[in-house]
């Protein structure tokens, strides 16, 4: 066990609520460049007001400028792919930071997919992905913790680094019938909240 206690904020959310609608980071419409200004940071209360939001939280692994300080509107891109409305955000990379992922279709439909394709796309052939198989939104993880309704979080143990120790966590999912969403956010780095390991996430 990681030890301490972890302050835990969960929510779920009825995908069939014809009043529920998603919203994620859409892609910078200045000068847009792969790998490199995909899109513009916002933190998550920014991102919420400014999009008019009831909810916000962290969501796909970013680099660009990583700074926890790095002002709003700071050039940033994604690990894999990431779909906004329809729009491809980023496409998938090389870079081994992303392992799963997470879909919608227009009208809220959730699917999951546990690794994410390994192949390099183009941004035309994200968006062509995207209409082919009538995804809305595309969410990045770093990696799956739950397959199939199993946690599989003490798959990571022993792999040693700060990823897999006691850290602040963002975690999204959804329930097996496919109508609710989770959200989960777990403080860290906190006298309160020192953050889980995956296993406790999961």
Not at 100 to 121: E, G, R
Not at 154 to 171: C, E, K, M, N, V
Request: aromatic share 10%; no cysteine; proline share 6%.
């Amino acid at each position: 066990a990681s030890g301490g206690p972890h302050i835990v904020q969960a929510l779920r959310i009825d995908l069939h609520d014809p009043d529920v609608r998603l919203f994620t980071t859409p892609p910078n419409t200045n000068n847009y460049a792969i790998n490199s200004r995909e899109t513009l940071s916002q933190i998550p209360a920014d991102f919420l007001k400014t999009n008019h939001l009831k909810v916000a939280i962290n969501g796909a692994h970013y680099a660009g400028n990583t700074s926890y300080t790095a002002p709003d509107g700071s050039a940033e891109y994604l690990h894999d792919i990431a779909i906004s409305q329809g729009a491809a955000v980023s496409p998938s990379d090389y870079y081994g930071e992303a392992d799963s992922l997470m879909l919608f279709t227009s009208n809220k439909v959730a699917s999951f997919i546990a690794s994410s394709p390994p192949s390099y796309y183009t941004t035309n052939e994200v968006y062509n992905y995207a209409v082919d198989n009538a995804l809305y939104h595309a969410i990045p993880g770093i990696y799956p913790l739950v397959v199939d309704g199993a946690n599989i979080g003490h798959t990571y143990d022993g792999l040693g680094g700060s990823l897999h120790s006691a850290q602040p966590r963002s975690a999204i999912g959804y329930s097996e019938d496919g109508r609710y969403l989770i959200l989960l956010a777990i403080d860290g780095r906190q006298s309160d909240s020192n953050g889980a390991m995956d296993y406790e996430t999961a």
